[in-house]
């Protein structure tokens, strides 16, 4: 088998464009900007939708448009993507769409959650460049990927986490026998922690999958973007819905569209892009309003831990995303997001996590401020399952009866 050479060519800072070789590198040492990975463009130009519809069912059949995995032998992966672009035509009429609306539903993942992308782009850079054990700093999702990652290939994993995280989450992640890690503070407690544990001798060899091999973790989100394009027919959407945490996804996702545009996989047409937050943690919500270029962090609340992250990194790129594509910023507080999780499981049979609610419950505001367009097709992203949060909902059964037909009867489920 022929494997194509990885279009990637180097990192480069987003601040002020210094180029550095593909290592396990974040930060620029001319700036302290983050870096991203650049890529060759006559190499990315060269190809074709056939050449990807040829590929697998997951987000390796993106690998020719992709930094790592060309060679399948390379990969360190749950194989995850493909998910279910879900058509919610319910849930549009109950907002008042009279386009198409969509639920790109990342709750079909192998552990459940959009982080298993992440992750897989992050574990075969790491196996590339010679790591062997595996670390993070995570909100839940990211930790269940990594403990179940490390599981899959046989490497050491250790995950820091809040230690008030949802106890399904802890359960997720334990369940896959990493060293499981709580800390007594906010993630930005356990972010600033492990980057001072990677640091250390005890970790020089550990691939932190969200620090010093981040640039190529995030090009692992680009792949929604992707799909949702080849799912619609090698189109873009006119509008999508992002949750944003440290906001990498929203990003990415918008990076997306423009390299399929640039090299010609799809025709360029405009696409807004919107960002939901918590109401608990909504510095990039509150900079979008102030008219800012910078985001003040935050001391995070609220039910919707996955996306508490009080000093979001990617934030500045959010808002000149939102802002360069002509979109808006949306924030849901906890009675919303409960709300949100409820509407969108009613009428399309989704049953999201809390950031799922944060963004069904900022579509229906953006939709009642006239922000987004009901005549334009929308995709809304559902990042989580919603059984991860299931603590923060209040339900029980609608009848109890006993075990008769008059019991149902005057229960009335029966005349």
């Known amino acids: ?17 210094a180029e550095y070789p593909l290592i396990a590198i974040h930060a620029c040492a001319e700036c302290f900007g983050p870096l991203e990975v650049g890529y060759d463009q006559a190499t990315l130009s060269a190809v074709t939708r056939e ?29 995850p993507g493909m998910t279910k672009l879900v058509r919610a035509d319910r849930l549009g009429a109950e907002l008042g769409f009279t386009a198409p609306l969509w639920v790109k539903d990342d709750s079909g993942n192998p552990t459940h959650a959009f982080k298993d992308r992440v992750v897989s782009m992050a574990m075969t850079a790491a196996k590339g460049l010679g790591y062997t054990s595996v670390a993070c700093a995570s909100t839940g999702n990211l ?23 949802e106890a399904m989450k802890v359960v997720a992640s334990s369940v896959y026998a ?39 973790y995030a090009e692992g989100s ?34 997306a569209f423009g390299e399929l545009v640039r090299i010609g996989l799809v025709e360029d047409t405009p696409w807004k892009v919107f960002g939901a937050q918590s109401l608990g943690c909504s510095p990039v919500y509150e900079a979008f ?22 000093n979001p990194a990617d934030g500045p ?64 992203y559902n990042t989580g399952e919603g059984l991860k949060t299931a603590e923060v909902l209040d339900v029980s059964p609608t009848h109890r009866i006993k075990p008769s037909l008059k019991s149902a009867a005057e229960a009335g489920l029966i005349d």
């Not at 899959?152 to 250790?158: L, P």
């Not at 090698?234 to 992002?242: E, R």
């Open 289 to 310: 309003q102030a008219g800012h270029d910078v985001v003040r962090p935050v001391r995070p609340t609220g039910i919707a831990k996955s996306l508490n992250i009080g």
């Open 317 to 380: 790129y959010v808002l000149d995303a939102v802002r360069r594509t002509g979109g808006s910023i949306a924030v849901a507080d906890d009675d919303d997001i409960r709300e949100g999780i409820s509407l969108l499981a009613r009428t399309t049979g989704v049953f999201a996590e809390t950031a799922g609610g944060v963004t069904v419950s900022c579509l229906a505001k953006l939709v009642k401020d006239g922000l987004i367009d009901t005549s334009q097709e929308t995709v809304v």
């Open 178 to 216: 990493p060293r499981l890690v709580a800390v007594d503070g906010s993630y930005d407690d356990v972010n600033r922690l492990t980057s001072e544990l990677g640091e250390t001798d005890e970790f020089e060899k550990t691939a932190f999958v969200n620090q010093n091999v981040r640039p190529y």
């Open 51 to 79: 050449q990807i519809e040829a590929g697998p069912q997951n987000i390796w059949r993106y690998a020719p448009l992709l930094p790592v995995g060309q060679d399948p032998d390379s990969r360190a992966s749950l194989n």
């Open 143 to 165: 930790a269940n990927s990594v403990a179940a990652h490390a599981a899959r290939v046989g490497w050491q994993a250790t995950v820091f986490i809040p230690s008030d995280l």
């Open 222 to 255: 680009k792949t929604l973007g992707y799909e949702v394009a080849e799912q619609l027919g090698w189109k873009l959407p006119a509008q999508v819905v992002i949750p944003i945490a440290s906001g990498s996804l929203l990003t990415k996702i918008d990076k």
């Open 1 to 17: 088998m022929t494997v194509a050479p990885s279009p990637a060519s180097c990192l480069r800072c987003r601040n002020c464009g």
